[in-house]
């Protein structure tokens, strides 16, 4: 259920965790990976395997499955690269993942996550160019620079400000992105129901029936 979390529909979680065997599980599981296959000619699985791969990536990288970092890295894939904490005297914790051009976009994008305190509950949120430059300020009256302002003193007090602009330039609206881009298959609910219509929930004890598929 970790591993799959952010592919779940509503109606598939609902319907999974009111199996009450496991043969019914595992038959769901199967089904399951069946109808996200984008070349369901093939025997082999690309979606089932690339997902597994990112799942493995994911925990060893982020530690664990969970929060906002570990959904973004599971559903666009692990970044080209990872900007820590630059300018750290004008700019709050924080970090830039880089991705390269590719189908999402050509150009390529970043993904900019503020560090947020216990007491907001987050560890990170995705910071979008819609709260402006002045939500990424460490400085507690920076509420009064303008955009602009704020670009000019990155150049000033900063070893590598044109390289923070030019990544925070790239940045994308990340709730945008998960509302708009096909990032993940999203089947329809007839997989479910027809699913749903040949389970049976065979009694203790039944007779195992002797059969061969030819």
């Known amino acids: 259920m970790e591993e799959v979390d952010v592919l779940l529909q509503d109606e598939e979680r609902s ?18 990976w069946e109808v ?13 395997s690339e997902w597994a791969s990112r799942v493995e990536l994911a925990r060893a990288s982020l530690g664990s499955l969970e929060g ?12 080209s690269e990872i900007h820590r904490g630059l300018c750290g005297q004008l700019l709050r ?12 976009m050509p150009g390529g994008f970043t993904v900019v996550l503020l560090r947020g305190s216990s007491v907001e509950g987050e ?43 030019s990544l925070l330039a790239s940045a994308i609206d990340w709730d945008v992105l998960i509302e708009e881009a096909d990032l993940v298959p999203t089947p329809d609910g007839e997989w479910l129901a027809a699913f749903l219509d040949r389970t049976t929930d065979l009694p203790e004890g039944a007779e195992i029936l002797p059969a061969e598929l030819s």
């Open 15 to 32: 319907a999974f965790l009111a199996l009450g065997r496991d043969y019914q599980r595992q038959a769901f599981i199967e089904r399951f």
């Open 36 to 48: 996200r296959d984008p070349f369901p000619d093939t025997e082999f699985n690309e979606f089932r």
């Open 68 to 79: 906002v970092r570990a959904r973004i890295f599971l559903l666009v894939g692990p970044p």
């Open 93 to 104: 914790s924080h970090e830039i993942w880089a991705y390269p051009g590719g189908r999402l």
């Open 123 to 165: 560890e990170y949120r995705p910071w979008s160019s819609l709260d402006g430059l002045r939500a990424l300020l460490s400085w507690p009256d920076g509420s009064s620079f303008s955009d602009a302002q704020i670009l000019q003193q990155l150049a000033t007090d900063c070893a590598r400000g044109s390289q923070i602009a």
